[in-house]
């Protein structure tokens, strides 16, 4: 069974503070993925990596990064968090080739404060 | 665009049928998913279907394509309380790395 563990469930922290989310999987896949989740808006991708060291930016990268510098681990940073960045952050990761379905961690909801 | 269109909330009965809407826009998309959500937790794949298909049925679920429409549904036979959830729609267009493109969610609840 694919595992996706997302090191926190609950994190709070303040305006202006440097965050890291973290995220690792045990199946050995080659793409993993970023979203926040907002109530009404449904997904959607802040960020993607599809090999070590590569990243592509999704529909809403603004004001985060992120790091792929082991296969197994993807971090997310938010350099200086704001309160709208306030939601849940969910990790994912798939097998290379399209049309693979991805597999979720239990999400992070993360508070700033 | 791409874009992927569902209701937000559906109330049901316990033990009555459950049915689950979606439209997708990108007729390229090969891959049709559902995704459950339950309380606090991530998304579990909860079952997908092949776009040369029009049914897909996997014990109380049951899944239907009508892929000239780009309408998508979800059945939920004997619905249960423990299937109280969001219901995530997800295509799979075919350009870029595997990314989903994910509708907003269906909060179905479930009362005796």
């Known amino acids: 069974d694919v595992k996706v563990t997302q090191s926190s469930r609950y994190l709070v922290k303040r305006t202006g503070e440097k965050v890291f989310l973290e995220c690792v999987q045990d199946m050995d896949h080659e793409n993993m993925f970023w979203y926040r989740q907002d109530p009404g808006l449904g997904l959607r991708l802040i960020y993607f990596s599809y090999d070590v060291k590569m990243k592509e930016k999704g529909d809403i990268p603004e004001g985060y990064s992120v790091s792929r510098e082991k296969k197994e681990r993807f971090s997310l940073i938010l350099e200086s968090a704001s309160t709208n960045q306030t939601s849940m952050y969910l990790c994912?990761?798939?097998?290379?080739?399209?049309?693979?379905?991805?597999?979720f961690g239990d999400g992070t909801r993360l508070s700033i404060l | 665009g791409e874009d992927v269109e569902q209701s937000l909330f559906l109330s049901v009965r316990e033990g009555d049928s459950s049915v689950i809407n979606c439209t997708y826009t990108d007729s390229s998309s090969t891959y049709l998913y559902w995704y459950k959500q339950e309380p606090g937790a991530g998304l579990q794949l909860l079952t997908y279907?092949?776009?040369?298909?029009d049914m897909k049925q996997d014990q109380r679920l049951t899944v239907l394509l009508n892929k000239k429409d780009k309408h998508l549904s979800l059945r939920i036979a004997d619905t249960q309380t423990g299937d109280s959830a969001i219901y995530f729609c997800a295509e799979s267009p075919q350009r870029g790395y595997n990314k989903l493109i994910f509708g907003a969610g269906t909060r179905l609840a479930v009362h005796p």
């Open positions: 279907i092949f776009s040369n298909m």
């Open positions: 994912a990761s798939s097998p290379r080739g399209s049309n693979q379905p991805q597999h």
